[in-house]
């Protein structure tokens, strides 16, 4: 925690004492979160994200392939003892990312508070999809290729995610957006965290939980996508256990409407199902209390 005195800390950041106060405030809150995180139920819960906008009751006519893989891989881990439930984003309002912490990292806030939670700006995200992710132990993204990338949906799913990659609450609950405050408020951060307590300075809320990835697509575009949702998924902390990604790819000699048969064989379903294996195995390790180091001044 911080060296420096209350007084040598207020001038330093040039801060009255009522600030400096919730400062602090925010950090202790932030260490009951982490310490809560600890101790979560026993049961393994899995949430499985699909970012497929396919559905037979919509314009596609015809069910999602990189959802009906998930849900195999959904109903592996829950005969394994989880607790499942599938997400389906194209069911959700998701609204884009402003990317404040493009500003200053304090100016992105848990819960993201450019939609705030429970008032007329709110979407989905904030309403619901945080909690889910943050009660989850394991998490299983599904996506089809979209033109060599990941789902649009899944995009801004991700995009958002940002508020829980080391977001804290806001400095000022009246006005979020205070730059100059959230300025002092990183100087603050950066100064008292203490690498011996979680939950002290920036606070990863993906930390440690497992990942598994799902894709599918008519061709080319698996490998890109597995590695940009690796890549990010890493950094926000996930664990990923051995041959916990698999694509599935159809033809591109032939038609899209033949794909289903193809992305859908008994291959690909063994597959889904080996993965939830590994990602179950992982999520039983991480239960333990294995323990993930970060720098908490910075992500």
Same mark, same amino acid.
């Given at each position: 925690?911080?060296?420096?005195?209350? #007084?040598?800390?207020?001038?330093?950041?040039?801060?009255?004492? +009522?600030?400096?106060?919730?400062?602090?405030?925010?950090?202790?809150?932030?260490?009951?979160?982490?310490?809560?995180?600890?101790?979560?139920?026993?049961?393994?819960? @899995?949430?499985?994200?699909?970012?497929? #906008?396919?559905?037979?009751?919509?314009? #596609?006519?015809?069910?999602?392939?990189?959802?009906?893989?998930?849900?195999?891989?959904?109903?592996?881990?829950?005969?394994?003892?989880?607790?499942?439930?599938?997400?389906?984003?194209?069911?959700? +309002?998701?609204?884009?990312?402003?990317?404040?912490?493009?500003?200053?990292?304090?100016?992105?806030?848990?819960?993201?508070?450019?939609?705030?939670?429970?008032?007329?700006?709110?979407?989905?995200?904030?309403?619901?999809?945080?909690?889910?992710?943050?009660?989850?132990?394991?998490?299983?993204?599904?996506?089809?290729?979209?033109?060599?990338?990941?789902?649009?949906?899944? /995009?801004?799913?991700?995009?958002?995610?940002?508020?829980?990659?080391?977001?804290? /609450? &806001?400095?000022?609950?009246?006005?979020?957006?205070?730059?100059?405050?959230?300025?002092?408020?990183?100087?603050?951060?950066?100064?008292?965290?203490?690498?011996?307590?979680?939950?002290?300075?920036?606070?990863?809320?993906?930390?440690? +939980?497992?990942?598994?990835?799902?894709?599918?697509?008519?061709?080319?575009?698996?490998?890109? @996508?597995?590695?940009?949702?690796?890549?990010?998924?890493?950094?926000?902390?996930?664990?990923? &256990?051995?041959?916990?990604?698999?694509?599935?790819?159809?033809?591109?000699?032939?038609?899209?409407?033949?794909?289903?048969?193809?992305?859908?064989?008994?291959?690909?379903?063994?597959? #889904?199902?080996?993965?939830?294996?590994?990602?179950?195995?992982?999520?039983?390790?991480? +239960?333990?209390?294995?323990?993930?180091?970060?720098?908490?001044?910075?992500?």
């Amino acid at each position: 925690m911080a060296k420096q005195s209350d #007084a040598e800390l207020m001038q330093i950041l040039g801060v009255d004492r +009522k600030t400096l106060d919730r400062f602090r405030h925010i950090q202790t809150q932030t260490i009951k979160q982490a310490k809560q995180t600890k101790s979560r139920f026993k049961k393994i819960k @899995v949430i499985g994200i699909s970012g497929s #906008a396919r559905t037979d009751s919509d314009m #596609a006519k015809e069910k999602s392939n990189s959802e009906a893989l998930l849900e195999i891989s959904l109903s592996a881990c829950k005969k394994m003892g989880a607790e499942i439930e599938m997400i389906s984003l194209r069911d959700y +309002k998701i609204e884009h990312c402003k990317a404040c912490y493009s500003t200053v990292n304090t100016q992105c806030h848990h819960p993201c508070s450019c939609y705030p939670q429970g008032t007329p700006l709110a979407d989905d995200m904030t309403n619901t999809l945080y909690d889910k992710v943050i009660g989850a132990d394991a998490i299983i993204f599904a996506t089809p290729v979209n033109n060599f990338k990941i789902s649009t949906l899944l /995009a801004a799913f991700i995009d958002r995610c940002i508020s829980l990659d080391g977001s804290l /609450a &806001p400095a000022d609950p009246n006005d979020p957006k205070n730059k100059e405050l959230n300025i002092k408020h990183m100087k603050y951060i950066e100064m008292t965290a203490d690498q011996k307590v979680p939950g002290s300075g920036l606070y990863r809320r993906f930390l440690g +939980k497992t990942a598994g990835i799902i894709v599918t697509g008519h061709e080319e575009g698996a490998s890109m @996508v597995i590695s940009q949702l690796f890549m990010t998924l890493n950094h926000f902390g996930m664990v990923f &256990p051995p041959f916990s990604n698999m694509y599935a790819m159809a033809n591109v000699c032939k038609s899209t409407n033949e794909d289903k048969p193809q992305v859908l064989s008994d291959c690909y379903k063994e597959e #889904a199902e080996l993965l939830a294996r590994n990602v179950m195995t992982m999520a039983k390790q991480q +239960k333990k209390g294995s323990e993930w180091v970060y720098d908490y001044r910075a992500n």
